[in-house]
Nanobody
Framework: QVQLVESGGGLVQAGGSLRLSCAAS????????MAWFRQAAGKERSFVAAISRSGRITNYADSEKGRFTISRDNAKNTVFLQMNSLNPEDTAVYYCAARNTGVANGVYTTGGGMDYWGKGTLVTVSS
């Protein structure tokens, strides 16, 4: 069982930056591929970014490429999402998710493929 706790959300002006963190419990964090998803009010949850268990492979939604960076620190059981050039369309609850991949080193970009979820952190971008 893995527990995920997101932090770092808040209110930011358009053009600004935020860094989200997701702290994971347990001693097997390095076997989990991690991802960020988001859900805006009235919309379905969507994929944002993913990272392999080693951190060497990343994947981004097209709208986030060049603006967002996902990274992880396996020694600290934490995954990060650096978000730059934020715009009001980025306003959403951001969720951290984990998938136990064992020895595989892939990335996972669909919500249905994830095993564990955090409760989310709200990001609000004002215009």
């Amino acid at each position: 069982q893995v527990q995920l706790v997101e932090s770092g959300g808040g209110l930011v002006q358009a053009g600004g930056s935020l860094r989200l963190s997701c702290a994971a419990s347990g001693r097997t964090f390095s076997t989990y591929a991690m991802a960020w998803f988001r859900q805006a009010a009235g919309k379905e949850r969507s994929f944002v970014a993913a990272i392999s268990r080693s951190g060497r492979i990343t994947n981004y939604a097209d709208s986030e490429k060049g603006r967002f960076t996902i990274s992880r620190d396996n020694a600290k059981n934490t995954v990060f999402l650096q978000m730059n050039s934020l715009n009001p369309e980025d306003t959403a609850v951001y969720y951290c998710a984990a998938r136990n991949t064992g020895v595989a080193n892939g990335v996972y970009t669909t919500g249905g493929g994830m095993d564990y979820w955090g409760k989310g952190t709200l990001v609000t971008v004002s215009s």
